[in-house]
T-cell receptor
Framework: GENVEQHPSTLSVQEGDSAVIKCTYSDSASNYFPWYKQELGKGPQLIIDIRSNVGEKKDQRIAVTLNKTAKHFSLHITETQPEDSAVYFCAAHLFNDMRFGAGTRLTVKP | EAGVAQSPRYKIIEKRQSVAFWCNPISGHATLYWYQQILGQGPKLLIQFQNNGVVDDSQLPKDRFSAERLKGVDSTLKIQPAKLEDSAVYLC?????????????FGPGTRLTVT
């Protein structure tokens, strides 16, 4: 089955700086890569996603890039704000199976 | 549009007791998932339904966990008997089916503590 690794496990940035979270996957047949934001006491919220036929996608301050050859994808958050503080999960979809990374705890210091 | 609803939000039980969780997916979503999220980890799929049929339950501990989605809408997940290692957040998610739609939307989860 698919295996997803996520780095770093914790990330602390100053408000206004950029944050980058990276994930790798093992199965080249994976075709869909979502990113979720999870705040304390809440369920994961889908914030952006990318399909295997696209290299980059952007939505305001967040962007995702995909390198199919290297089998890795990244989340980029620019101009970070304190409300971006949360745990972020990447995932990879293969057939009917969605595998999640272990999460990155992002802290944005005001 | 209403999101995925789950209840209860919190549950504390003793080991060997039984517990049940309920989920109501987004209206019109044919696919429903139950995930287990242990503290500090990503969600792990337990079972996936397409309408009222099981698509994947390969990671469901069937000796103690069961789930059903009788009318293809609401679903219940049961644990009987519970063990200490079942302490986790149980997340329900739903998605549309077909047309290459993979987006999953999660409910708030049920936090289970087994003492």
């Amino acid at each position: 089955g698919e295996n997803v690794e996520q780095h770093p496990s914790t990330l602390s940035v100053q408000e206004g700086d950029s944050a980058v979270i990276k994930c790798t996957y093992s199965d080249s047949a994976s075709n869909y890569f979502p990113w979720y934001k999870q705040e304390l006491g809440k369920g994961p919220q889908l914030i952006i996603d990318i399909r295997s036929n696209v290299g980059e996608k952007k939505d305001q301050r967040i962007a995702v890039t995909l390198n199919k050859t290297a089998k890795h994808f990244s989340l980029h958050i620019t101009e970070t704000q304190p409300e971006d503080s949360a745990v972020y999960f990447c995932a990879a979809h293969l057939f009917n199976d969605m595998r999640f990374g272990a999460g990155t705890r992002l802290t944005v210091k005001p | 549009e209403a999101g995925v609803a789950q209840s209860p939000r919190y549950k504390i039980i003793e080991k060997r007791q039984s517990v049940a969780f309920w989920c109501n997916p987004i209206s019109g979503h044919a696919t429903l998932y139950w995930y287990q999220q242990i503290l500090g980890q990503g969600p792990k799929l337990l079972i996936q339904f397409q309408n009222n049929g099981v698509v994947d339950d390969s990671q469901l501990p069937k000796d103690r966990f069961s789930a059903e989605r009788l009318k293809g809408v609401d679903s219940t997940l049961k644990i009987q008997p519970a063990k200490l290692e079942d302490s986790a957040v149980y997340l329900c998610a739903s998605s549309q089916s077909g047309g290459g739609s993979y987006e999953q939307y999660f409910g708030p989860g049920t936090r289970l503590t087994v003492t």
